[in-house]
């Protein structure tokens, strides 16, 4: 049986109430029409399914008010597009400014493994006012019929067009689409990308830093107003995740690196609890029950007899304070304070009482890849926001030429070039920053027999890794998607093009990188076959762009054991 978990944990530590109300309805049979909207309304930002389980799914839109006052009826119907006689479910739920006239609906009586097609509609004075059409799909409770999945992250209105999305909405038969985290970005038009949104005029709204939570509900109705994001939204239910910049950069459970009480942007507990409301408002995901306080919204979904898929939460409930290289490193000079402050640093990330997860996520998700593996699923899955596999730089110092180490005119990049001959682990925002939480992390996997498939997002690049543990135990293959807009490493490290190459040479555990591409990952799995297909689209800059497939590669089960990633493109 599936199993989703909204349980609360804030931490000793954490501080802060939140009170949202929980979907607005579970839908099961049909209800009587209510009575007309005495004022306009319109659907500006789509429809959206989510949380898919074999008997139900949320459906989601937003419904808009141009005049009148109070609640808002809002219709919804669900039909079985290969059986049009069937009565439809359909039921009411009312939209209001306390969720941002924002609607959610726990459909129930929905049979495993079927596409539906869902709508909404309000019936005004001035007649039905309806809102785009979506497609959603059960889970299988049974069988080997492969799953199918688009896997997004790190999506930067400021950044360029949603093509990418766009892409995704083409794709045909998908099961799911995986969003990874940073659905959203939280900087001002003058922060991050602004360069970019200038020249192409495409600000952030508002103009400043996300902060209150009418900031975070004004950014996320900007961003749901974008064609292409409903577009794959309308296409098939999303299991969604969020990242640091749904909050705030590298937040975890006490602060962030972004949040800034001294420039006036108050308590984090408040911010971070605004951030929380909002994204419960506006994405299609189950809730805390009420009076639930929380933010530890993980959960585990099954397809069939393929694959459990576990969404992990990695940053407001369990994750230690950020460390970075950057803090530690920016600036330094002399070549004695530079290694004392990286022995310092490795210190602090090694220490085995430093989380990602925090205590009960871990214990829970060890529990979940051994039911998951005792009741015969083949794959567990893991829907999570960063980096696992081991990774460290190129040692530039080596690998370019002097006309390029000439051509590196940032100054974080000029550091790391300095950094790079040390082989150390350089993203401390990933898995590497958390060593030990990481190992014990694959010691459940190993205690369960699991056959892992991690997904990863957050780096703006694309990764195929092989895993292994401490002890050089292999632990599951890796597949990291690239962003939808935010620039990769590529577009800082500039003038090498064979800069994917050279991070697959210098890591044992990575088979294949890209850092200048854009796009999304196609991930199916059979039985005994996992594939991830590497799409990128030619351009964000415009609305004109081509589609590629980049990379494909696989890996198999052979004798309870997975065998190499091999490319197959």
């Given at each position: 049986?599936?199993?989703?978990?909204?349980?609360?944990?804030?931490?000793?530590?954490?501080?802060?109430?939140?009170?949202?109300?929980?979907?607005?309805?579970?839908?099961?049979?049909?209800?009587?029409?209510?009575?007309?909207?005495?004022?306009?309304?319109?659907?500006?930002?789509?429809?959206?399914?989510?949380?898919?389980?074999?008997?139900?799914?949320?459906?989601?839109?937003?419904?808009?008010?141009?005049?009148?006052?109070?609640?808002?009826?809002?219709?919804?119907?669900?039909?079985?597009?290969?059986?049009?006689?069937?009565?439809?479910?359909?039921?009411?739920?009312?939209?209001?400014?306390?969720?941002?006239?924002?609607?959610k609906?726990?459909?129930?009586?929905?049979?495993?493994?079927?596409?539906?097609?869902?709508?909404?509609?309000?019936?005004?004075?001035?007649?039905?006012v309806?809102?785009?059409?979506?497609?959603?799909?059960?889970?299988?409770?049974?069988?080997d019929?492969?799953?199918r999945?688009?896997?997004?992250?790190?999506?930067?209105?400021?950044?360029?067009?949603?093509?990418?999305?766009?892409?995704?909405?083409?794709?045909?038969?998908?099961?799911?689409?995986?969003?990874?985290?940073?659905?959203?970005?939280?900087?001002?038009?003058?922060?991050?990308?602004?360069?970019?949104?200038?020249?192409?005029?495409?600000?952030?709204?508002?103009?400043?830093?996300?902060?209150?939570?009418?900031?975070?509900?004004?950014?996320?109705?900007?961003?749901r107003?974008?064609?292409?994001?409903?577009?794959?939204?309308?296409?098939?239910?999303?299991?969604?995740?969020?990242?640091?910049?749904?909050?705030?950069?590298?937040?975890?459970?006490?602060?962030?690196?972004?949040?800034?009480?001294?420039?006036?942007?108050?308590?984090?507990?408040?911010?971070?609890?605004?951030?929380?409301?909002?994204?419960?408002?506006?994405?299609p995901?189950?809730?805390?029950?009420?009076?639930e306080?929380?933010?530890?919204?993980?959960?585990?979904?099954?397809?069939?007899?393929?694959?459990?898929i576990?969404?992990?939460?990695?940053?407001?409930?369990?994750?230690?304070?950020?460390?970075?290289?950057?803090?530690?490193l920016?600036?330094?000079?002399?070549?004695?304070?530079?290694m004392?402050?990286?022995?310092?640093t490795?210190?602090?990330?090694?220490?085995?009482?430093?989380?990602?997860?925090?205590?009960?996520?871990?214990?829970?998700?060890?529990?979940?890849?051994?039911?998951?593996?005792?009741?015969?699923?083949?794959?567990?899955?893991?829907?999570?926001?960063?980096?696992?596999?081991?990774?460290?730089?190129?040692?530039?110092?080596?690998?370019l030429?002097?006309?390029?180490?000439?051509?590196?005119?940032?100054?974080?990049?000029?550091?790391?070039?300095?950094?790079?001959?040390?082989?150390?682990?350089?993203?401390?925002?990933?898995?590497?920053?958390?060593?030990?939480?990481?190992?014990?992390?694959?010691?459940g996997?190993?205690?369960?027999?699991?056959?892992?498939?991690?997904?990863?997002?957050?780096?703006?690049?694309?990764?195929?890794?092989?895993?292994?543990?401490?002890e050089?135990?292999?632990?599951?293959?890796?597949?990291?998607?690239?962003?939808?807009?935010?620039?990769?490493?590529?577009?800082?490290?500039?003038?090498?093009?064979?800069?994917?190459?050279?991070?697959?040479?210098?890591?044992?555990?990575?088979?294949?990188?890209?850092?200048?591409?854009?796009?999304?990952?196609?991930?199916?799995?059979?039985?005994?076959?996992?594939?991830?297909?590497?799409?990128?689209?030619?351009?964000?800059?415009?609305?004109?762009?081509?589609?590629?497939?980049?990379?494909?590669?696989?890996?198999?089960?052979?004798?309870?054991?997975?065998?190499?990633?091999?490319?197959?493109a």
């Amino acid at each position: 049986m599936t199993k989703i978990t909204r349980r609360g944990l804030l931490g000793a530590a954490a501080t802060g109430t939140l009170s949202v109300a929980a979907c607005a309805t579970t839908a099961t049979n049909v209800a009587p029409k209510p009575a007309p909207y005495a004022g306009e309304v319109e659907f500006l930002h789509g429809v959206a399914s989510g949380d898919p389980l074999s008997d139900r799914v949320i459906i989601w839109t937003r419904a808009t008010p141009k005049t009148g006052t109070g609640p808002i009826p809002v219709s919804y119907s669900v039909t079985d597009p290969e059986n049009p006689s069937a009565p439809p479910i359909t039921g009411t739920a009312m939209a209001s400014a306390s969720r941002d006239y924002c609607v959610k609906v726990d459909v129930a009586g929905l049979k495993p493994g079927k596409a539906y097609s869902y709508a909404f509609s309000v019936a005004t004075e001035a007649g039905n006012v309806d809102s785009p059409e979506g497609r959603l799909k059960t889970t299988a409770l049974h069988g080997d019929a492969p799953v199918r999945m688009g896997v997004v992250s790190c999506s930067n209105w400021q950044f360029g067009y949603f093509n990418a999305y766009e892409a995704l909405s083409k794709e045909e038969d998908l099961d799911v689409i995986l969003h990874l985290g940073d659905y959203l970005y939280e900087y001002g038009v003058d922060g991050y990308g602004a360069e970019v949104a200038t020249e192409i005029g495409r600000v952030h709204d508002p103009i400043t830093e996300m902060v209150t939570l009418a900031d975070y509900r004004m950014r996320h109705a900007q961003y749901r107003s974008d064609p292409a994001l409903q577009a794959a939204h309308a296409l098939a239910p999303w299991i969604c995740t969020w990242d640091d910049h749904e909050s705030t950069n590298n937040s975890y459970r006490t602060g962030a690196q972004n949040h800034n009480p001294e420039e006036g942007e108050g308590d984090w507990s408040d911010r971070k609890q605004a951030a929380i409301q909002a994204y419960f408002e506006w994405i299609p995901l189950r809730e805390p029950a009420a009076g639930e306080i929380t933010s530890a919204v993980w959960g585990s979904f099954t397809f069939g007899d393929v694959a459990t898929i576990h969404a992990l939460e990695s940053r407001l409930t369990g994750r230690s304070p950020d460390v970075s290289w950057f803090d530690a490193l920016t600036g330094v000079t002399d070549q004695d304070v530079m290694m004392q402050r990286v022995a310092e640093t490795l210190e602090t990330i090694n220490d085995p009482a430093r989380t990602m997860l925090g205590s009960e996520q871990e214990a829970w998700l060890s529990g979940e890849l051994k039911s998951s593996v005792e009741r015969g699923k083949a794959w567990q899955v893991l829907a999570n926001q960063v980096v696992m596999a081991r990774t460290k730089l190129p040692n530039f110092q080596e690998t370019l030429t002097p006309e390029q180490l000439a051509a590196q005119d940032n100054g974080f990049v000029q550091t790391m070039v300095g950094f790079s001959a040390l082989g150390l682990p350089f993203n401390l925002d990933a898995w590497s920053g958390f060593p030990a939480a990481r190992e014990r992390l694959y010691a459940g996997a190993a205690a369960a027999d699991a056959k892992l498939i991690t997904l990863a997002g957050d780096t703006h690049t694309a990764w195929v890794n092989t895993l292994y543990d401490a002890e050089g135990g292999k632990r599951g293959v890796e597949f990291g998607c690239t962003s939808i807009t935010s620039p990769g490493t590529g577009a800082y490290i500039k003038g090498i093009p064979d800069l994917g190459e050279q991070f697959a040479d210098a890591n044992p555990e990575v088979n294949w990188h890209d850092p200048f591409n854009r796009g999304y990952t196609i991930v199916t799995l059979s039985k005994d076959t996992a594939r991830a297909e590497y799409r990128t689209v030619s351009n964000i800059l415009s609305r004109d762009y081509a589609v590629e497939t980049v990379a494909v590669y696989e890996t198999s089960q052979e004798n309870g054991t997975l065998s190499d990633l091999v490319s197959v493109a």
